[in-house]
């Protein structure tokens, strides 16, 4: 993708076009397919979905426990424990780390997207009312 730094792109088609390009560009990032890849494999274990779903149905009755002051230490613990055994499955180890450094590699992107405009790009792209 080269553009000509010079170039002034006033009509909103040429900037909506620059940012097609971007998001294919950032598509095709090695960081991009690696995470997809991933999420791909964490979709396809049968052992990282069944624990994935009980993660779920636990953090959900912990935090009901919780609004009703019936939450325990024990319940938490619990709670930590079981997402530490489905961290440790090798395809979720992987899924998390091509996450983080798909992450890192979007802010970025972002801070240098962010830079000429004086304002958080991502962040105001993401919505009008954000708690900070």
């Given amino acids: 993708m080269s553009i000509d730094s010079n170039a002034v792109v006033a009509d909103e088609d040429g900037i909506e076009a620059l940012a097609s390009e ?3 560009a950032i598509a095709d990032l090695p960081e991009h397919e690696r995470y997809r890849e991933a999420e791909n ?4 274990d049968e052992e990282a979905q069944e624990l994935i779903a009980e993660f779920e149905e ?8 919780r609004q ?3 939450a325990t ?4 613990r619990e709670l930590q424990e079981l997402q530490q055994q489905l961290h440790s499955l090798p395809v979720m180890a992987e899924y998390l780390e091509a996450k983080e450094d798909l992450v890192d590699r979007l802010e970025t992107l972002n801070r240098t997207i962010s830079e000429p ?4 790009f991502g ?7 954000q708690d900070d």
């Fill in 68 to 70: 009703t002051g019936d």
């Fill in 22 to 24: 971007l998001g294919s």
């Fill in 73 to 76: 230490e024990d319940d938490m």
């Fill in 117 to 120: 405009l004086a304002v958080d």
């Fill in 123 to 129: 962040g105001e792209a993401g919505g009008c009312c």
């Fill in 41 to 44: 494999s964490v979709a396809e």
């Fill in 58 to 65: 636990r953090r959900e009755s912990f935090a009901l426990a």
